[in-house]
Structure formats: structure tokens, C-alpha cells
């Protein structure tokens, strides 16, 4: 029971991982039946409020862990990462976008092996990570909802409701387009307080 409670926080986030294929295979399933396009959204929220829980049940419990701060953040990348990959693939999400948000989850991948140098509570999510991940999940619920049939192209912008506000997919793509802009700037805030960090670290061993 005392492990149970030691690491709720860190099976919440794992839930979120084996939620993933789940979603995955929902989306799937909208091809032959639209209908399955709310039970994907459904996994999906119940994947974003978990994002939520998590944190707030390892704040309130006093059970934030190492593997927490570390793991929390790759899960997120990992649900939405698989997301955007299958949202692209049914031809709803433009190839830009989703280079820019994988990339920038391969940049924060790349460097754990840095972060396990230094103090992974001095480089814990910054605010605007965090409010790139809740935008994101929104706009990619708006999408989730977007009935067929989805003419985008595969690595132009034509095809897309850009221009049509009555449409799930409208809200979804501009959404997305803010929380990009956020997810970039905390990618820079991320990356700028890992390199001053390993600068302190070697600044502090001796000769």
C-alpha cells in the first residue's frame, strides 16, 4: 500500500502511455464507422485529464519523484507524438505541423542523457510547456471530432479548413498553430537551462 502510494502519480502517467494504442486504434476504426471518432476522443480526454491529475496528485500528496519529473513530460510527448502521427496519416494535419511538434519532442528526448547529469528539478516543465500541452490537446480534440472525408495533402496546406470557421477542423488547425508557437518557446527555455546547468556543473568540479 505505501509503494501504491508513493508512486499514484507515476502510475497515472504510465495509464496515459497504455491509453495511446488504444487511441490509435479508435482513429482507425473511423475510417469504416465515423461514429468511433468520439469513442477516440473520448480515450483522448480521459488521456489529457490525466496529464492534469498527475501533477496535481504528486503536489497535493508531497510524491514528486525524479522518474515523475522525467517521465511525466516524455509521456506527454508520447501520447500526443502519436497522436499527431495518426492525425497526419488520415490526411488532417498539414506535414509542417507535425515536424515542428515531433521535432521539438526529439530535441527534449535528446537531451535526457544530459539531464541525468544535473538536478532534474532545476530543468522541471516550464509554464509554457505546460500551456503548449493543454492548447495542443484542445486542437487536437477539435480535429479528433473533424467528420470525413479529410482531403489534405500529405506535404502541402491545400485540402485544409484553413479558411472555414463553421468546421471542427478550423478551430483545430489554428489552435494547433498557438500551441506549436508555445511548445517553441518552451523547447528554447528548456534547452537554454540545460545548457546552463552542465555550464555550472563543470564550473563546480575541480581541476
Known amino acids: 500500500m505505501d509503494f501504491l502510494k508513493r508512486n499514484l502519480a507515476n ?3 504510465m495509464l496515459r502511455v497504455a491509453l495511446t494504442p488504444l487511441f490509435v486504434a479508435f482513429m482507425v476504426l473511423t475510417n ?3 461514429d468511433f471518432r468520439y469513442a477516440a476522443l473520448g480515450v483522448f480526454a480521459f488521456g489529457a485529464v490525466t496529464d492534469w491529475i498527475d501533477g496535481q496528485v504528486a503536489r497535493r500528496m508531497n510524491i514528486v519523484t525524479k522518474f ?8 506527454d510527448r508520447l501520447f500526443i507524438g502519436a497522436t ?3 492525425l497526419y496519416a488520415m490526411r488532417m494535419l498539414p506535414l509542417l505541423f507535425l515536424v515542428v511538434i515531433l521535432g521539438r519532442d ?3 528526448v535528446a537531451g535526457y542523457p544530459f539531464i541525468r547529469k544535473i538536478d532534474p528539478e532545476k530543468v522541471a516543465v516550464h509554464i509554457t510547456g505546460k500551456l503548449a500541452t493543454a492548447i495542443l490537446f ?3 480534440g477539435c480535429l479528433i471530432l473533424a467528420p470525413a472525408p479529410h482531403t489534405g495533402s500529405y506535404t502541402g ?7 472555414d470557421p463553421g468546421t471542427w477542423q478550423f478551430w ?10 508555445f511548445s517553441l518557446i518552451s523547447a528554447g527555455i528548456y534547452v537554454s537551462r540545460v545548457i546552463e546547468l552542465l555550464k555550472e556543473e563543470g564550473q563546480e568540479k575541480p581541476d
Open 106 to 108: 526529439l530535441l527534449m
Open 157 to 163: 496546406f491545400s485540402g485544409y479548413a484553413f479558411t
Open 138 to 140: 484542445v486542437a487536437l
Open 68 to 75: 515523475g519529473i522525467v517521465v511525466d513530460p516524455l509521456a
Open 172 to 181: 483545430g488547425l489554428w489552435l494547433f498553430v498557438v500551441g506549436a508557437v
Open 84 to 86: 499527431i502521427i495518426t
Open 32 to 34: 469504416s464507422n465515423p
Open 11 to 13: 502510475i497515472v502517467t
